[in-house]
């Protein structure tokens, strides 16, 4: 048993610089909410993510090689994302100093219904009572391309981080399908 733990905890790096595995980032579950609720006063049709960052809990965006430059070459258009900064850029200037892979769910999630052609822009992140865990909600106007639109961002965020090209038009073209 005690090589059995040794190995698990091995497996449980990236070989590659010593970040955790991608494996480590998964969702929990995704819900819809509809009507009034505690995330938002105006916004009625919300998505629900809980999203367990496990080990990447400790690596925060200013932390993991090239995500930065990576988020910046494939998703310019987050540019407009004033973020709590409240400013144009400020979403990147949150991402270069450093923010949890939940918030940055959250932005990409809006973005990809965006570049669909639809008006979201509320997002809200909070951690759970479990360490690693947060609350990724954001607002949609189609359920199902809302719903879509979280999952690709945990797919998006993995390709940012293995520096691979995340095709977002590709994604785009397949959100689309649910119009």
Not at 13 to 42: A, F, M, Q, V, Y
Not at 87 to 107: C, D, P, Q
Request: a positive charge; glycine letters at 6%.
């Amino acid at each position: 048993m005690k090589y059995l733990k040794s190995y698990q905890l091995f497996e449980s790096i990236n070989k590659n610089n010593g970040l955790p595995n991608l494996s480590e980032l998964k969702i929990i579950k995704i819900d819809t909410i509809e009507g009034k609720n505690k995330w938002s006063r105006s916004k009625d049709k919300l998505i629900h993510m809980i999203l367990d960052l496990g080990e990447w809990e400790n690596f925060p965006s200013d932390k993991i090689p090239n995500f930065y430059d990576n988020i910046k070459k494939y998703l310019p258009s987050m540019s407009k994302h004033r973020c709590s900064e409240g400013r144009k850029n400020g979403f990147f200037y949150r991402v270069k100093r450093g923010t949890w892979l939940g918030h940055i769910a959250e932005h990409i999630a809006l973005e990809l219904q965006t570049l669909s052609g639809y008006d979201t822009g509320f997002g809200r992140t909070r951690q759970t009572r479990k360490s690693g865990e947060y609350n990724v909600v954001f607002n949609y106007e189609i359920k199902k391309m809302g719903i879509e639109s979280a999952k690709e961002s945990i797919s998006v965020i993995k390709d940012l981080i293995e520096d691979r090209d995340p095709k977002i038009k590709e994604i785009i073209k397949k959100l689309k399908r649910y119009e």
